[in-house]
């Protein structure tokens, strides 16, 4: 099959490479032919999130650049959890961990092909961890793991003190099998993943040149980070997810317009598919009207688009245009607008109660201090109800103002808003 000769220097210019085993023999591999390759992916949360998506973004790329992929979900190395720096896993149930398991299988899904000739593979290290025994797992695999060298490894290293369980110790061990039993039974000779799973990477590939004499490749990209340099991820506050149920399209959407002016160039580059010159001319135009935000729309529409489709990224921005900007929120799906309004603040009012009056929604809501300044914002103008501005301070909410059967939106002046639930 043919491949893009172009692919290494288009990661490395991405910042996609953040280490490499050796990168004058990748590169010669992945311009000689197809390589297959593999990303593993543990089920230690009910969904993927921002870190994974920066994985199945970099496989879509080696695949449409003529690369085959297989994508490893960790039943087995899942069970474990690999070690962290704050302190010992809680261990999960089998249950649980089948359950995320088949979660995160599904998730992966829509991002690859898998029809052609070069055809993503789905796999699951649970297949053939479980069918060894724990003797031929030591005399097979951890022969070949000197401990003074596993006890060199960073996070080992800063756990030695608070303590560190065998279970997780051995974790390396497992992730390492991964990469030879997926040389020997297909042929993989890359595996990527994320600079804090460095350590792991590289002992795979070392355990394969131990077991089988041949040399295989590895490259790492970079931890997303704020600009304070913090991390995002599951483990964070403000973790990204990709599952609809855990954070909608409108609150992803708007996490990719929010970003910060000094690393929305560079989520471009790590996060979507335009082009060099495209990002190049965003880039000069974002320096030179920063406040136009042009980088950000660009950004939130292109991932918002790859992860949840081209009718979410239009609900969503629909759903911004019509709270901050005044369009008509009758046209927008109640589940959008609910959505927003739940990221924005929503307060529940009892239908049994009676239908209150927009000034007392607007003290509920902590859009107002008091009901005299809800009435003095009225009679001056600057109160609103789905964008119609209200003239009564007396008015009452009715039947035809409730969005979808249940939501209001209310406005004081341009910007504050805050949404109602009429259950």
Same mark, same amino acid.
């Given at each position: 099959?043919?491949?893009?000769?172009?692919?290494?220097?288009?990661?490395?210019?991405r910042?996609?490479?953040?280490?490499?085993?050796?990168?004058?023999?990748?590169?010669?591999?992945?311009?000689?032919?197809?390589?297959?390759?593999?990303?593993g992916?543990?089920?230690?949360?009910?969904?993927?999130?921002?870190?994974?998506?920066?994985?199945?973004?970099?496989?879509?790329?080696?695949?449409?650049?003529?690369?085959?992929?297989?994508?490893?979900?960790?039943?087995?190395?899942?069970?474990?959890?690999?070690?962290?720096?704050?302190?010992?896993?809680?261990?999960?149930?089998?249950?649980?961990?089948?359950?995320?398991?088949?979660?995160?299988?599904?998730?992966?899904?829509?991002?690859?092909?898998?029809?052609?000739?070069?055809?993503a593979?789905?796999?699951?290290?649970?297949?053939?961890?479980?069918?060894?025994?724990v003797?031929?797992?030591?005399?097979?695999?951890?022969?070949?793991f000197?401990?003074?060298?596993m006890?060199?490894?960073?996070?080992?290293?800063?756990?030695?003190?608070?303590?560190?369980?065998?279970?997780?110790?051995?974790?390396?061990?497992?992730?390492?099998?991964?990469?030879?039993?997926?040389?020997?039974?297909?042929?993989?000779?890359?595996?990527?993943?994320?600079?804090?799973?460095?350590?792991?990477?590289?002992?795979?590939?070392?355990?394969?040149?131990?077991?089988?004499?041949?040399?295989?490749?590895?490259?790492?990209?970079?931890?997303?980070?704020?600009?304070?340099?913090?991390?995002?991820?599951?483990?964070?506050?403000g973790?990204?997810?990709?599952?609809?149920?855990?954070?909608?399209?409108?609150?992803?959407?708007? $996490?990719?317009?929010?970003?910060?002016?000094?690393?929305v160039?560079?989520?471009?580059?790590? $996060?979507? $598919?335009?082009?060099?010159?495209?990002?190049?001319?965003?880039?000069?135009?974002?320096?030179?009207?920063?406040?136009?935000?042009?980088?950000?729309?660009?950004?939130?529409?292109?991932?918002?688009?790859?992860?949840?489709?081209?009718?979410?990224?239009?609900?969503?921005?629909?759903a911004?245009?019509?709270?901050?900007?005044?369009?008509?929120?009758?046209?927008?799906?109640?589940?959008?607008?609910?959505?927003?309004?739940?990221?924005?603040?929503?307060?529940?009012?009892?239908?049994?109660?009676?239908?209150?009056?927009?000034?007392?929604?607007?003290?509920?809501?902590?859009?107002?201090?008091?009901?005299?300044?809800?009435?003095?914002?009225?009679?001056?103008?600057?109160?609103?109800l789905?964008?119609?501005?209200v003239e009564?301070?007396?008015?009452?909410?009715?039947?035809?103002?409730?969005?979808?059967?249940?939501?209001?939106?209310?406005?004081?002046?341009?910007?504050?808003?805050?949404?109602?639930?009429?259950?």
């Amino acid at each position: 099959m043919t491949v893009d000769p172009s692919l290494l220097d288009d990661l490395q210019w991405r910042g996609l490479v953040a280490h490499a085993t050796d990168l004058d023999a990748l590169r010669e591999a992945l311009t000689a032919g197809s390589v297959r390759f593999y990303v593993g992916f543990d089920p230690t949360a009910p969904s993927l999130h921002m870190g994974n998506l920066v994985q199945l973004i970099t496989a879509r790329r080696l695949q449409d650049a003529g690369h085959t992929p297989f994508l490893l979900v960790g039943g087995a190395t899942g069970m474990i959890g690999d070690p962290k720096d704050s302190g010992e896993r809680t261990l999960n149930t089998a249950e649980t961990v089948r359950e995320w398991t088949d979660r995160v299988r599904r998730q992966i899904e829509p991002f690859l092909s898998f029809e052609g000739d070069n055809a993503a593979t789905m796999v699951n290290n649970h297949d053939w961890t479980s069918q060894m025994s724990v003797v031929d797992f030591l005399r097979d695999i951890g022969k070949h793991f000197p401990v003074n060298r596993m006890l060199a490894r960073d996070t080992v290293r800063r756990r030695l003190e608070s303590g560190i369980s065998y279970t997780e110790f051995s974790y390396v061990l497992l992730q390492s099998m991964d990469y030879l039993t997926l040389f020997r039974e297909h042929g993989v000779v890359l595996q990527h993943g994320a600079t804090d799973q460095w350590g792991n990477i590289t002992a795979g590939a070392e355990l394969v040149r131990r077991v089988t004499g041949e040399q295989v490749h590895a490259f790492v990209t970079p931890l997303v980070t704020r600009a304070d340099g913090t991390k995002y991820g599951k483990t964070e506050a403000g973790a990204l997810w990709l599952d609809p149920t855990m954070m909608s399209p409108y609150a992803f959407h708007q $996490f990719w317009l929010n970003a910060e002016d000094e690393k929305v160039v560079e989520y471009l580059r790590l $996060f979507t $598919f335009l082009s060099r010159e495209e990002i190049e001319a965003l880039e000069q135009r974002h320096a030179e009207a920063p406040f136009r935000r042009e980088a950000q729309r660009a950004l939130a529409d292109a991932v918002t688009t790859f992860v949840h489709g081209e009718r979410e990224t239009a609900q969503a921005t629909a759903a911004a245009a019509a709270l901050f900007g005044g369009a008509d929120l009758t046209d927008l799906d109640p589940a959008v607008l609910g959505a927003a309004l739940r990221e924005a603040g929503t307060t529940r009012v009892e239908r049994s109660a009676g239908m209150p009056r927009v000034a007392d929604l607007l003290l509920e809501s902590g859009l107002v201090a008091s009901r005299s300044e809800a009435r003095r914002a009225i009679g001056e103008g600057g109160a609103y109800l789905n964008n119609r501005r209200v003239e009564d301070a007396d008015a009452e909410v009715v039947d035809a103002d409730l969005i979808g059967g249940s939501w209001l939106v209310l406005r004081r002046g341009k910007k504050r808003f805050a949404g109602v639930e009429v259950v």
